[in-house]
């Protein structure tokens, strides 16, 4: 449980990530 759950959290932190580094590249095309 512990490792899937890691993994999971693993997943969603890079999805975060990879958000933001849209939403700074569309600020900095604005």
Do not use: D, G, N, Y
């Not at 899937?4 to 999805?15: D, G, I, N, P, Y």
């Amino acid at each position: 449980m512990q490792k899937h759950s890691r993994a999971l959290c693993r997943v969603h932190t890079e999805k975060k990530m990879s958000e933001l580094s849209k939403l700074k590249r569309q600020r900095r095309e604005i």
